[in-house]
């Protein structure tokens, strides 16, 4: 892959966990920078503690060589919350942009079952057609206020909630103007469909209008047991339904291969959330940073 066009990131939900604090609560938000630019990675996420004041977070970046990238945005569209969302969603844009990202990655969360203690594989929320509707021209009205500030929205697919398998994904992306882009996350397509040709379908079919890539691995074993039993999806992650890339049952190697023939652009984003007692998040930064340099050269 050519470094002039791909950078990698990593999110610092390994560290510490913003669904669920308790996870890593021990780890600062300047050890985890640290160990992030130790790893050789010069891209971030926003995570739950890092501070929202460009003035503080700027600086205490560059001392690392690392920079902003994206954060997640929840949006409430098929649940009328459009005033809200919108607002929010302006606040968020505009700290962005003044970290210099270009990204912002949403998750549209009306009805999401993924924090919530019940089944991840069980009755998560299906979008009526009105809802569909809102979803589509809220995402349309963002992209548009992304634009002024020559920023791309991207929709953020996620297990729970509507937008998670890839029908749902296949229809949002029919659905919104061709401004709104995708953001692909290798681990949850798999979760959502438990096949691993799903995750090629996906980044094949919406190729062309994907600006934001997560690297995620999963645990076959741990996500049988995770739907087996009826676990939620906050007892997954605590169990290690995800790792990095290299440690789970994807092959990665024709996702590198289609994004480089593809001559994407863009960050590809370490995303693999675990309990750092149990995966310590230095170390396996060092090994996901390791398996993308022997895979793509970057």
């Not at 390994?14 to 640290?34: A, H, K, R, V, Y």
């Not at 996420?45 to 920079?67: H, I, M, T």
């Not at 634009?147 to 909630?161: F, P, R, S």
Request: glycine share 8%; hydrophobic share 40%; aromatic share 10%.
């Amino acid at each position: 892959m050519n470094s002039d066009h791909v950078k990698l990131a990593i999110a610092p939900i390994g560290w510490t966990n913003d669904d669920m604090p308790e996870l890593g609560s021990e780890n600062s938000f300047q050890q985890c920078i640290s160990e992030m630019a130790l790893a050789g990675f010069t891209g971030s996420e926003v995570g739950s503690k890092y501070p929202r004041d460009p003035a503080l977070l700027k600086p205490a970046l560059a001392l690392r060589g690392l920079q902003i990238c994206n954060a997640w945005f929840s949006t409430y569209f098929a649940d009328g919350r459009k005033e809200q969302t919108v607002r929010d969603f302006r606040e968020t844009l505009t700290f962005l942009h003044s970290m210099g990202a270009r990204v912002i990655g949403c998750s549209e969360q009306s009805g999401s079952i993924q924090g919530l203690p019940q089944p991840i594989y069980g009755n998560k929320v299906i979008f009526d057609d009105l809802q569909w509707q809102r979803v589509a021209q809220g995402y349309n009205l963002l992209a548009e206020l992304a634009a002024e500030k020559d920023m791309i929205v991207c929709l953020h697919h996620h297990m729970g909630t509507g937008i998670q398998t890839p029908a749902e994904i296949d229809r949002f992306m029919e659905l919104v103007d061709q401004n709104v882009s995708l953001l692909f996350d290798t681990g949850h397509v798999y979760a959502s469909e438990l096949n691993p040709q799903s995750v090629m379908d996906v980044l094949e079919k919406h190729l062309a209008r994907i600006r934001h890539v997560h690297l995620k691995d999963c645990r076959k074993e741990v996500l049988q047991q995770v739907k087996a039993q009826g676990f939620s999806f906050m007892d997954g992650v605590r169990k290690g339904m995800f790792t990095i890339p290299g440690d789970g049952v994807l092959d990665f190697a024709p996702v590198f291969a289609l994004l480089e023939k593809s001559d994407y652009r863009g960050w590809m984003v370490v995303e693999a959330e675990q309990d750092p007692a149990l995966a310590n998040p230095f170390e396996y930064a060092l090994r996901a940073r390791q398996f993308i340099r022997e895979n793509t050269g970057l």
